[in-house]
């Protein structure tokens, strides 16, 4: 018997709610399947499409000057990467990069054709090489943020700030000495992309919150640029072989300056030789020579010397022992104030003498010198003041002249500005705050006072006493500044012959160290040449320089003139005694 109508419907019905009932459970175990069984590795192939993990670098924080100028500082410059399981045409790609990026393209075409996900093809490109690999438009090859150490004002201050290598990390300078504050963070995260490649996430704003911290020196751009422009005239004026120029705020001991010649572009340090890049004035020591006279005219009026006093001079030669000690004219009776006008050594080795031994070492050693001054850059040396049990009978005499001693150009200029400050020797400071990338003080340095050498009373005899140098018939006048009471001392230092082991006759330092005015000492600068051969004294060499550093500056800061002081031109230096 046939069926009828509606029990055909009814089992129609039946079928379909069965195939419906089979679909809905092929779903639910295919869903099953894929959340639960292969949920993870589908996850993580689907991540790979659209994720890449990525170790994000802060930039290098900033080196200013005191007036916020920029010293050192980052530039953009974009890392080339790719993601070689994308590329298609691995040939052409490869062709089309090193037109821009330049290379091998053999090594661009094996990158590219590593099983990985990640492939570094160029390191820190400029950003319109980067440009013009964006508009490629080649899939798999991507553009990711970076930067580059960059030095705007090329060679300025070199020495001082140093550089960084390939991967950014300080190499020479305050760039190495403070380079856990200059240094970025780091950060793994991830990247995002579309279905097209383009990255959705380039982690610029993370990176800005991982930049480094922010070094303010206590260097003046403009008054730097003075002494750079002066000490380069005066080398090759002179034809030396190097120089120093170092200028000081003597109340705080905050260094305005610290300049050398010849220089080097850290830009690119490559193409210069490793000797330029040091920080000479904090590593190199030298025989100071006849600027110690004032230190040693300094103790013995300390000590109770009557300035009025006469000292015999011999008449430019006296004997201690086996050594004989020379002046370049002779002279009869000095006072020490005319001693260190003339520079007379004989007069400086009687007044040394008088001293005797255990006192010169006390107050060499409380100048500074035998001591690292600490002002954290790198190789600093302490320069070389023998200890007191290792004193022969004519090192007291010889170091009262410079000789059988060695300086730093640091120490030097420290000790001059102790005078300057009214016998208060000043920690030496380059780095005057530390910012985090915040804007928040991190480390703020204020002025420090060492120790006091001497007394404010002998401090203010010795400033009267290298006022005299510049003034007529003095070894100092081409130092002389009109409208200012400058107060200096000249040096022309024999330099030792590795050789025959004795002094030389033809290779010198020359240089002059001084501070203006005379009643409020704003600067002390010191000025160093290193074997001059168009000429050899300190007061014909090193002293023009002191005055366009000083003269320049003071015009910059804006310190006016004695209006009470008749200024006349001092008549031309017809001979140097050092």
């Known amino acids: 018997m046939a069926a009828n109508p509606c029990e055909k419907i009814g089992l129609r019905i039946c079928f379909i709610r069965f195939f419906l009932l089979l679909c809905l459970a092929g779903i639910v ?26 170790t994000i670098q802060g930039d290098r924080g900033l080196i200013l000057d005191r007036n916020s100028n920029k010293l050192g500082a980052s ?4 890392d080339i990467t790719a993601d070689p399981t994308q590329i298609a045409n691995v040939r052409q790609a490869a062709g089309q990069l090193v037109q821009i990026i330049g290379g091998s393209q053999a ?73 856990d504050f200059l240094e970025g963070l780091t950060l793994k995260t991830e990247e995002y992309r579309d279905g097209q490649g383009t990255v959705l996430d380039t982690g610029k704003k993370k990176r800005e919150s991982l930049k480094g911290s922010t070094i303010v020196l206590t260097l003046d751009k403009k008054i730097q640029f003075f002494s750079e422009q002066a000490l380069e005239q005066a080398v090759k004026e002179h034809r030396g072989t190097s120089g120093m120029a170092l200028v000081m705020q003597p109340a705080t001991g ?47 009026i300390e000590r109770g010397m009557p300035a009025t006093t006469i000292i015999n001079c011999e008449k430019g030669r006296y004997r201690i022992g086996r050594s004989v000690i020379h002046d370049t004219h002779p002279y009869d009776y000095l006072t020490p104030s005319q001693i260190v006008k003339v520079s007379s050594n004989i007069g400086a080795a009687k007044i040394a003498q008088d001293v005797g031994p255990k006192a ?35 090192d007291a005499v010889a170091m009262s002249f410079g000789q059988g001693m060695s300086v730093t150009a ?6 001059v500005s102790a005078i300057a400050n009214g016998g208060k020797l000043m920690k030496p400071m ?13 480390q703020d340095n204020k002025p420090c006072v060492i120790r006091q050498v001497i007394s404010a009373k002998t401090a203010g005899i010795i400033k009267e006493m290298m006022s005299t140098v510049v003034e007529e018939d003095g070894t100092g006048t081409k130092a002389a500044i009109p409208g200012y009471r400058v107060c200096g001392k000249t040096s022309t230092a024999q330099k030792a012959d590795k050789e025959t082991k004795r002094y030389s006759h033809t290779k010198f330092t020359a240089a002059f160290a001084g501070f203006a005015p005379l009643d409020n000492p704003a600067l002390a600068i010191l000025v160093v ?40 031109l001092p008549r031309e230096v017809s001979h140097e005694v050092e």
């Open 360 to 394: 010169m070492y006390y107050y060499l050693n409380a100048f500074g010198f035998g001591t690292k001054t600490g002002i954290n850059c790198s190789a600093e040396s302490s320069g070389v003041l023998l200890p007191l049990n290792r004193w022969t009978n004519i």
């Open 254 to 300: 905050e260094l305005l300056a610290v300049a050398h010649y010849p220089e080097f572009n850290p830009n690119n340090y490559g193409d210069f030789s490793r000797k330029r890049y040091r920080n000479r004035a904090v590593a190199d020591p030298f025989e100071p020579g006849s600027i110690m006279k004032v230190i040693t005219v300094a103790a013995a």
């Open 29 to 54: 175990i295919r869903s099953f399947d894929i959340q639960i069984l292969q949920g993870k590795a589908l996850k993580k192939k689907a991540e790979n499409t659209y994720v890449r993990r990525i």
């Open 107 to 179: 090594e661009i075409e094996k990158k590219l054709s590593q099983k990985r996900r990640f492939a570094l093809l160029a390191s820190r490109v400029a950003p319109h090489r980067a440009d013009e690999v964006k508009k490629l438009n080649i899939v798999g090859i991507y553009i990711q943020d970076n930067s580059k150490r960059f030095y705007p004002n090329r060679s300025l201050a070199a020495q001082v700030i140093g550089f960084t290598g390939k991967d950014d990390h300080g190499l020479e300078g305050l760039e190495f000495s403070y380079n």
């Open 529 to 568: 040449v290193d074997e001059p051969r168009q000429n050899h004294y300190g007061g014909i060499v090193a002293a023009p320089a002191f005055k366009d550093i000083m003269a320049r500056s003071f015009n910059y800061l804006n310190i006016p003139p004695q209006t009470d002081m008749v200024a006349a």
């Open 410 to 415: 640091l120490q030097l200029v420290s000790a």
């Open 430 to 442: 380059l780095v005057k705050k530390i910012l985090s990338n915040s804007g928040e003080i991190i």
């Open 75 to 78: 530039t953009e410059a974009p």
